[in-house]
């Protein structure tokens, strides 16, 4: 960004650069990330993901999964209010995994009993959503996580990746925030 400025490039195109950042950035903070970040991260996804979807659904896939495609500016793809909503949840995470890591020099502070699913709560939690599923989809909901993402119709995969965000966010907010650091990290 300081090169780009430095060189005079103009203020909207440096931002547009910078937030094609983004996806690589809230990918790599969401293993750290606590409970609220996440949860706010996925119900500002699912409305981005929702208005890509008519538009060019291949660009849906790309937000939601690292396989699908290299990451863009979201900000040009969306209308304004959801553009802010995305941004404003990937601002909270940062912010969120900055405070955790500076807050007064000392250790971040345990997480509240259900803040994470154990790992067999979400892998029951990840087979039951995967299952109610599966009858429409087919394989396609075990191929959104997977380099496989790309050889699906970005229709179906669209639709696929919004109904597994959606029933990931209905469930209890520990395995939702398990599901989904699971499902979206890098």
Request: hydrophobic share 50%.
């Amino acid at each position: 960004m300081a090169a780009a400025l430095a060189a005079q490039v103009p203020l909207p195109q440096v931002l547009s650069q910078m937030r094609t950042h983004y996806l690589r950035l809230v990918r790599r903070l969401l293993p750290f990330s606590r409970g609220p970040a996440v949860l706010a991260y996925g119900e500002a996804l699912l409305p981005a993901l929702r208005e890509l979807q008519p538009v060019d659904a291949g660009l849906c896939l790309r937000l939601a999964w690292p396989q699908a495609g290299p990451p863009f500016d979201v900000s040009g793809r969306l209308s304004a209010p959801v553009a802010l909503a995305y941004e404003a949840a990937v601002a909270q995470m940062v912010e969120q995994n900055r405070l955790a890591v500076i807050r007064d020099g000392k250790a971040r502070p345990k997480e509240p009993p259900g803040a994470f699913a154990s790992p067999e709560e979400s892998w029951a939690g990840y087979a039951a959503i995967r299952e109610a599923m599966e009858p429409r989809l087919g394989a396609a909901v075990v191929q959104l996580r997977t380099t496989g993402v790309s050889e699906l119709d970005p229709a179906v995969a669209c639709a696929a990746t919004i109904e597994l965000i959606s029933r990931s966010l209905a469930q209890p907010p520990g395995l939702a925030r398990t599901l989904l650091t699971n499902l979206l990290r890098s």
